[in-house]
């Protein structure tokens, strides 16, 4: 990697982070505009965020003469062919993935080769993983130092790639600010006051306190034989990623649900959350889920959904009245979407006979720490290339905002 890449990556990657944490900042905001913060709060976001933007004017100047540094240094080194078209959109999934391909084969994928725009664009995410290099032999594997951060965006498509995994995964609301392992959340508030005119306005008092996230290390491993590297880049890209999105996914889904917060997890919804145990035994879902919503406080229902294991949700749905009549439409019907003012979803990945209810977007808090890294481990007696992923997420929910129902021990 040349020095101008090297200074353009790290440039972008502190491009990223302002960004995102001025997105926190405004979301923030909006969220409390009306029953959160107070004036001298408002006041103190809203300087931080000015701050951010001037900040953010300032590296894009750095970021365009790092630019102007890189590719001159990629025209004297002679290695990457320059685009003619200096404006030509760069498909980031397809340049991470020839990327990927280029640095794997040491070069010998020329069809991986980037151009000046898809380098500059990765520039915000290669770098180096690994301090040492070791050759493979007949009874152990290589060690390949060329790793890489995956970008943003294709991280974000990887984790995303199948919004079916999950429901309660899908509704997640993950930032990516980095180091962040606290989260502010509102306890109380004063309330507004009515007052006679012209008497005094009492100032609205609010309590703030601090969720302590628990960080999860996450990693995993997917094996890629030479012949599956030896796929068409398109092939590839699609290949690559949904195969690193299977594997990192089924590792939050999990921990997302029922994270511990210990042992590298993360603290997960239903870790602590409010109890709504139901009768051992018991098939009267809808009994338990009218207790159990009873149960969850008024000001947290506000966006809340029902999310139900799939035996329950099938119970539910093709219930009978006792005339044999489905008590749903469950023939193009829309079957059992709403209970109550919730919406409902079925979870395959809650365990037989469980359910949550709760506002996961907005009580659920996580941020990705570390962005995911690929290393790749090479065996050239095997045949096979080994990618290893690797990401830490810190994640908990805010007390008392989630309710969760499962049969009571015998």
């Known amino acids: 990697m040349t020095s101008g890449v090297q200074e353009l990556r790290d440039l972008n990657l502190e491009l990223t982070s302002l960004k995102a944490k001025k997105d926190a900042i405004k979301k923030q905001l909006e969220e409390h505009r009306d029953n959160g913060f107070t004036d001298e709060q408002i006041t103190a976001s809203t300087q931080e965020a000015i701050e951010i933007r001037d900040k953010i004017s300032q590296l894009q100047d750095k970021i365009k003469e790092a630019q102007e540094k890189a590719e001159q240094e990629n025209r004297n080194k002679g290695d990457i062919k320059l685009m003619e078209n200096e404006n030509k959109k760069v498909d ?12 794997s084969t040491k070069g010998q994928r020329k069809d991986a080769a980037l151009t000046d725009a898809e380098y500059r664009a990765l520039g915000v995410a290669t770098t180096t993983t690994s301090e040492t290099f070791k050759a493979p032999s007949a009874s152990e594997d290589g060690i390949n130092n060329g790793g890489l951060f995956i970008p943003q965006e294709v991280m974000l498509d990887i984790l995303r790639e199948e919004t079916v995994d999950s429901p309660i995964y899908n509704d997640v609301v993950t930032t990516a600010i980095k180091g962040k392992i606290k989260f502010p959340y509102m306890v109380s508030k004063s309330g507004a006051k009515v007052k006679a005119e012209l008497s005094d306005t009492e100032n609205e008092s609010v309590k703030w306190d601090i969720l302590n996230g628990a960080t999860g290390n996450y990693t995993d491993s997917i094996v890629i034989t030479f012949e599956e590297e030896a796929m068409a880049i398109e092939e590839f890209t699609d290949y690559l990623i949904e195969l690193i999105g299977q594997s990192m996914r089924e590792l939050l889904i999990n ?13 997960g919804i239903t870790n602590g959350a409010i109890d709504g145990s139901y009768a051992n035994g018991s098939t009267d879902y809808l009994a338990a889920l009218e207790a159990a919503i009873k149960k969850l406080p008024v000001k947290k229902r506000a966006g809340a959904k029902i999310y139900l294991a799939s035996n329950i949700f099938d119970a539910i749905t093709f219930t ?49 720490n570390k962005p995911m890294e690929l290393g790749v481990d090479v065996s050239n007696q095997k045949r096979i290339k080994t990618y290893t992923t690797h990401m830490m997420v810190t994640a908990t929910p805010v007390p008392n905002s989630f309710v969760y129902g499962k049969e009571a021990e015998a």
Do not use: C, Q
Request: proline letters at 3%; aromatic letters at 14%.
């Open 320 to 368: 009978k009245d006792k005339n044999g009549n489905y008590i749903l439409p469950v023939l193009n019907g829309g079957g059992f979407s709403r209970l109550s003012a919730f919406p409902v979803a079925m979870d395959v990945n809650l365990n037989a006979g469980e359910f949550v209810i709760g506002n996961v977007s907005k009580w659920y808090k996580a941020n990705v």
């Open 255 to 267: 921990d997302y649900i029922y994270g511990t917060g210990t042992g590298d997890h993360v603290k």
């Open 92 to 103: 980031i999934r397809t340049a991470f993935a020839k990327y990927v391909l280029f640095e």
